[in-house]
């Protein structure tokens, strides 16, 4: 689960680049910044390529936003996490959906102060589905039901 969650984190962090500036997700493939040279698929692992290339272009060693690596490994670890909590099942999905949404929002508003739809109506819908199928286990709910106790 934690290579699934860097995987995704890798996609988010275009995510995060591209769609405030209403760019494709999709292509073209990812380019450095300060050259524009399309990045090998070798440069483009999850953390490591970035911890390896110090955080820098292999051509021109412009430096690359440690944003990248936190944004992956925070979305590893949150769906590790998830996996942890809820097994595989419905509420996994549904717990790593939200984190996955939530990081993309906050890294976006942190950088442009924008939130786009794009991120935010997948979001709505996600949750409003995910309502009718996946129960509320939350300490609010509980603590309503009487049933709430600490560990």
Known sequence: ??????????????????????????APRSACPGCAKPIAAYDNIPVLSWLILGGRCRGC????????????????LLWLGCFAEFGLTLA???WAAFSFLLLGLIFTDA?????PDLLTLPGLALG??????????DLVSSSRRGSFKFR
């Open 1 to 26: 689960m934690f290579l699934f969650g860097l995987t995704f984190g890798s996609f988010l962090n275009v995510c995060i680049y591209r769609m405030p500036r209403g760019l494709s997700v999709v």
């Open 61 to 76: 060693r412009t430096p690359i936003s440690p944003r990248y690596a936190i944004v992956e490994l925070l979305t590893g």
């Open 92 to 94: 996994l999905v549904k």
């Open 111 to 115: 950088e442009t102060m924008l939130l």
């Open 128 to 137: 409003l589905l995910f309502a009718l199928f996946v129960p509320v286990n």
